[in-house]
Nanobody, 119 residues
Framework: QVQFVESGGGLVQPGGSLRLSCAAS????????MAWFRQAPGKQRELVAE???????NYADSVKGRFTISRDNAKTTVYLEMKTLKPEDTAAYYC?????????????WGRGTQVTVSS
């Protein structure tokens, strides 16, 4: 059974930083492309960043230059380093294996971790 457990969210002021973690289990993590998604109230879930098994990354235009996705295959964990946070980054953040911006395990979303950017 695939499971994703996100952590690291919180309340931060505009311009601040956070580092999110997602621990994956129950799947062949090292061969899967992984991604972070986010969902703000009243909006659809959207892709934020993705990383291939080889470490190639891709980002949504809204976070380019501010967010960095990385992975540790030995720990089966994917990270999202977020800097220069803006109020519009406020959302619940989720991870999943993903390809072409689609989650590979849509029935296995975790609880997510809430990021709130506010002064």
């Amino acid at each position: 059974q695939v499971q994703f457990v996100e952590s690291g969210g919180g309340l931060v002021q505009p311009g601040g930083s956070l580092r999110l973690s997602c621990a994956a289990s129950g799947t062949a993590f090292r061969v899967l492309p992984m991604a972070w998604f986010r969902q703000a109230p009243g909006k659809q879930r959207e892709l934020v960043a993705e990383v291939t098994p080889e470490g190639i990354t891709n980002y949504a235009d809204s976070v380019k230059g501010r967010f960095t996705i990385s992975r540790d295959n030995a720990k089966t964990t994917v990270y999202l380093e977020m800097k220069t946070l803006k109020p519009e980054d406020t959302a619940a953040y989720y991870c999943n294996a993903a390809r072409n911006a689609r989650a590979l395990f849509p029935g296995s979303w975790g609880r997510g971790t809430q990021v709130t950017v506010s002064s």
